[in-house]
T-cell receptor
Framework: DGGITQSPKYLFRKEGQNVTLSCEQN?????MYWYRQDPGQGLRLIYYSQIVNDFQKGDIAEGYSVSREKKESFPLTVTSAQKNPTAFYLC???????????FGQGTRLTVV | GIQVEQSPPDLILQEGANSTLRCNFSDSVNNLQWFHQNPWGQLINLFYIPSGTKQNGRLSATTVATERYSLLYISSSQTTDSGVYFC???????????FGQGTTLQVKP
């Protein structure tokens, strides 16, 4: 099945830990995106990548890092510098430009 | 950058009723998407509609780009239509989506 797979579905992090969220797509899309959603809010862009080995900061990049070594994969690391990481994280991909974007099922991160 | 506003913020309907959700955007757009976020959080694509009207079953959408708004129509609502509806438009030409705050719909049996 073609689609975007995020893992894990639920993730618990201790204070001071780095954690990595996985996002894989088999849609042959060039562009990939990470969004954060807080309760009762819309989505805000963390990072995006339009091509392999290149990525740009979004609106709320502080405390996060990404890599794009393969077209299919765009992992997001939530570092200990992110002061309020508890949120729902959604990964998306598209053909690029302003074409239609598709989303994964999300990862719910909780700091314990 | 572009701003996206949705109305109403909350909507409660009786099953079988019709509804209209609105999305206003502050600048001209060349793409607009409507999504339904289900209770598990997944964003389901409803429409990709830069302009004109599209229909998919009980749902239809109209975007009037020159007047900077889009409407989502839900007819004969069902309890499974409950959830949050988002519209989103890209900022610039990179595909970065700017989301509205959403409309929370509750359909009662």
């Amino acid at each position: 099945d073609g689609g975007i797979t995020q893992s894990p579905k639920y993730l618990f992090r201790k204070e001071g830990q780095n954690v990595t969220l996985s996002c894989e797509q088999n849609l042959n899309h060039d562009a990939m995106y990470w969004y954060r959603q807080d309760p009762g809010q819309g989505l805000r862009l963390i990072y995006y990548s339009q091509i392999v080995n290149d990525f740009q900061k979004g609106d709320i990049a502080e405390g996060y890092s990404v890599s794009r070594e393969k077209k299919e994969s765009f992992p997001l690391t939530v570092t200990s510098a992110q002061k309020n990481p508890t949120a729902f994280y959604l990964c998306a991909s598209s053909l690029g430009g302003n074409t239609e974007a598709f989303f994964g099922q999300g990862t719910r991160l909780t700091v314990v | 950058g572009i701003q996206v506003e949705q109305s109403p913020p909350d909507l409660i309907l009786q099953e079988g009723a019709n509804s209209t959700l609105r999305c206003n955007f502050s600048d001209s757009v060349n793409n607009l998407q409507w999504f339904h976020q289900n209770p598990w959080g997944q964003l389901i694509n409803l429409f990709y509609i830069p302009s004109g009207t599209k229909q998919n079953g009980r749902l239809s959408a109209t975007t009037v780009a020159t007047e900077r708004y889009s409407l989502l129509y839900i007819s004969s609502s069902q309890t499974t239509d409950s959830g949050v509806y988002f519209c989103a438009s890209p900022s610039g030409n990179t595909g970065k989506l700017i989301f509205g705050q959403g409309t929370t719909l509750q359909v009662k049996p």
